[in-house]
């Protein structure tokens, strides 16, 4: 499968740099944050939670001096 495909095909993106969500919360770590959300399968969760099993989100954090980028990219 072609990665492009996996993004629904209208989503303006948004990345940032931030941290892993799970201890040691590494940093350095470059997010991608979609406009539009996306379907994962009963299967591809309960993989998740395998790898997870105490979950993989921690406290939202304050921004900081971090930027946010955006732009009119389409998928």
Known sequence: MELDALPPA???PYRYLGSTTT??????VRWTA?????QASAAA???CRDL???GNAREVQ????RRIAGD????
């Open 72 to 75: 009119r990219h389409r998928w």
């Open 23 to 28: 201890c040691p919360c590494t940093t350095g």
């Open 34 to 38: 979609l406009t539009h959300p996306v």
């Open 62 to 65: 304050p921004l900081g001096d």
């Open 10 to 12: 209208c989503t303006e």
């Open 45 to 47: 969760l309960e993989h």
């Open 52 to 54: 997870f099993p105490e």
